[in-house]
């Protein structure tokens, strides 16, 4: 019995960490030169397994999220809102914008910067929802270009999670969840795709996707324009917009100057999403 059960234990450990490992991201999108952002998510092809999600999505620069709509159907239900009577009824499915005074933690709503997001699904098998696509739309007020930003709400998905934000249907996964932030422009748009600057090494041609190819050319940039501090200032002919992508290392948030720092995040991320090819599609 003790053999047994040490099996168990064993089999356990190398086989959970297989069934553990999807990546799911979360990102966030300008609409053309619109005020409309898109809230996304891509489970990477295995549909079905979010159960719900609960996000924050925030922005700076004195910006206001003022309205949200254009629900994903399959995620209809709404925990914190949806109205159900004594006979197991529905009587108002409420709304995906969360209170901003239930819990704390919770951003306050629209008219402010930030809102929280809960969305749910009751869905199985073949009725499953899509493994990628658009949560909701937010319209942004702003007079400035601004920072939108996604993360994970504890207090909504259970801060004992260890992927919060997410909530799946099999309990014992834990995705690595990356959360993308995106640079909004009050007015036209200078960047369809923040990483993508170069279809070449020395093109300078966005070509719809983030490689190596994109590092080369924004290393080429700092080596030509950088001077010793390696730093190209949003005020300097030769700043790149789709090249600022990070403030820092891991933040992922535009600062207004090119750096080692948006080098060292590219290749993070196609560590993290890009495959053995080293690529990402850009949406």
Same mark, same amino acid.
């Given at each position: 019995?003790?053999?047994? /059960?040490?099996? #168990?234990?064993?089999?356990?450990?190398?086989?959970?960490?297989?069934? !553990?490992? &999807?990546?799911?991201?979360?990102?966030?999108?300008?609409?053309?030169?619109?005020?409309?952002?898109?809230?996304?998510?891509?489970?990477?092809?295995?549909?079905?397994?979010?159960?719900?999600?609960? =996000?924050?999505?925030?922005?700076?620069?004195?910006?206001?999220?003022? @309205? !949200?709509?254009?629900?994903?159907?399959?995620?209809?239900?709404? &925990?914190?809102?949806?109205?159900?009577?004594?006979? $197991?009824?529905? @009587?108002?499915?409420?709304?995906?914008?969360?209170?901003?005074?239930?819990?704390?933690?919770?951003?306050?709503? =629209?008219? #402010?910067?930030?809102?929280?997001?809960?969305?749910?699904?009751?869905?199985?098998?073949?009725?499953?929802?899509?493994?990628?696509?658009?949560?909701?739309?937010?319209?942004?007020?702003?007079?400035?270009?601004?920072?939108? /930003?996604?993360?994970?709400?504890?207090?909504?998905?259970? %801060?004992?999670?260890?992927?919060?934000? +997410?909530?799946?249907?099999?309990?014992? =996964?834990?995705?690595?969840?990356?959360?993308?932030?995106?640079?909004? +422009?009050?007015?036209?748009? $200078?960047?369809?795709?923040? $990483?993508?600057? %170069?279809?070449?090494?020395? #093109?300078?041609?966005?070509? $719809?996707?983030?490689?190596?190819?994109? +590092?080369?050319?924004?290393?080429? =940039?700092?080596?030509?324009?950088?001077?010793?501090?390696?730093?190209? !200032?949003?005020?300097? #002919?030769?700043?790149?917009?789709?090249?600022?992508?990070? %403030?820092?290392?891991?933040?992922?948030?535009?600062?207004?100057?090119?750096?080692?720092?948006?080098?060292?995040?590219?290749?993070?991320?196609?560590?993290?999403?890009?495959?053995?090819?080293?690529?990402?599609?850009?949406?």
């Amino acid at each position: 019995m003790k053999k047994a /059960v040490f099996f #168990s234990v064993v089999l356990f450990l190398f086989v959970a960490p297989a069934l !553990a490992d &999807p990546n799911v991201v979360i990102w966030v999108e300008q609409v053309g030169d619109t005020n409309e952002v898109t809230v996304n998510y891509d489970m990477n092809g295995v549909a079905g397994e979010i159960r719900a999600f609960g =996000l924050d999505i925030t922005v700076d620069s004195g910006a206001i999220v003022y @309205d !949200a709509c254009e629900f994903e159907p399959n995620y209809w239900v709404y &925990p914190g809102s949806i109205d159900i009577n004594e006979e $197991g009824g529905i @009587d108002d499915v409420g709304s995906p914008i969360a209170d901003g005074n239930e819990f704390p933690g919770t951003q306050p709503g =629209l008219d #402010s910067n930030g809102v929280t997001i809960e969305m749910g699904s009751l869905y199985v098998g073949a009725n499953s929802p899509p493994s990628s696509g658009v949560l909701l739309s937010i319209f942004i007020d702003s007079a400035n270009d601004c920072n939108v /930003v996604p993360a994970g709400n504890a207090a909504r998905t259970g %801060s004992e999670s260890p992927s919060p934000g +997410i909530v799946f249907k099999n309990w014992w =996964l834990w995705p690595h969840v990356y959360f993308r932030p995106f640079r909004f +422009i009050a007015g036209p748009q $200078g960047c369809a795709c923040l $990483g993508d600057v %170069s279809s070449a090494v020395a #093109s300078g041609v966005p070509d $719809g996707k983030i490689t190596d190819d994109d +590092i080369v050319y924004i290393n080429s =940039l700092l080596v030509n324009f950088g001077g010793r501090k390696r730093t190209i !200032a949003s005020s300097d #002919s030769n700043f790149d917009l789709c090249a600022d992508v990070s %403030s820092a290392v891991a933040s992922g948030v535009p600062d207004g100057k090119v750096t080692d720092d948006d080098i060292v995040y590219i290749n993070s991320r196609l560590v993290n999403e890009g495959g053995r090819k080293r690529t990402i599609t850009c949406p």
